[in-house]
């Protein structure tokens, strides 16, 4: 599985977007980038997942690079709500390999 | 729609005993991975079944196993408990090995 790179903590205000880094320069041709988050004292929840094109959903966004090394989840309305670890994984039909994630922060 | 179900939420045993924990896909999915998740390893794979056949394994000692059922129900077991057994265990499905997986709260087991 690639190996992903991403910042350790960021903050967002509230109401404003939530813009999530993530490197995968290693990703291969049938690897699916994952965006997963977990809340504290809960299971990690699915947000999205893409494989070149861009995707949206009711959650977030996901902005892939043309070359596919790196990838953007978009939290357009951050809410307190949103506070939690973000992962980012890429993944072909293998099983997910958890990074240490983004803490987000969301600031009222 | 039911999501994943874990049971129990929270167990306490001492070393040397066993365990098994259980897990009840969403309905429809057929494909169950089981992770460990502890602060200084973070999230770790331990299995995966699809179908009744396990798929994959991670890098855990024997003491861990686990089997799936023909209705897609998953258990895992672990034999002789350590202290560093002590983790959040988390299990996730889908409808198949290449689709995204959907976990459940987990299952905290603390070994005294």
């Known amino acids: 599985d690639a190996k992903t790179t991403q910042p350790t903590s960021m903050d967002c205000a509230e109401g404003r977007a939530a813009n999530l880094p993530c490197n995968h320069s290693?990703?291969?041709?049938?690897?699916?980038v994952y965006w997963y988050r977990q809340i504290h004292s809960q299971g990690p929840q699915y947000i999205i997942h893409?494989?070149?094109n861009n995707e949206t959903n009711e959650m977030a966004s996901l902005i892939i690079t043309e070359d596919r090394k790196s990838s953007t989840l978009i939290l357009p309305h951050a809410t307190l709500r949103d506070t939690a670890v973000y992962y980012c994984?890429?993944?072909?039909?293998?099983?997910?390999?958890f990074g240490k994630g983004t803490r987000l922060s969301v600031i009222a | 729609k039911a999501g994943v179900t874990q049971t129990p939420r929270y167990l306490i045993k001492t070393r040397g005993q066993q365990v098994t924990l259980s897990c009840s896909p969403i309905?429809?999915?057929?494909?169950v991975s089981w992770y460990q998740q502890t602060p200084g390893q973070g999230l770790q794979f331990l299995f995966e079944?699809?179908?009744?056949?396990?798929?994959n394994k991670g890098n855990f000692p024997g003491r861990f196993s686990g089997r799936q059922f023909s209705n897609s129900r998953s258990e895992m077991n672990v034999s002789t408990l350590e202290l560093g057994d002590s983790a959040l265990y988390l299990c996730?499905?889908?409808?198949?090995?290449?689709?995204?997986?959907?976990f459940g709260d987990g299952t905290r087991l603390s070994i005294l």
């Open positions: 290693t990703i291969s041709g049938n690897e699916y």
């Open positions: 893409g494989l070149k």
């Open positions: 309905s429809g999915h057929r494909s």
């Open positions: 994984m890429a993944s072909g039909n293998t099983p997910l390999v």
């Open positions: 079944y699809f179908s009744e056949t396990q798929r």
């Open positions: 996730a499905s889908s409808f198949a090995p290449d689709q995204p997986q959907h």
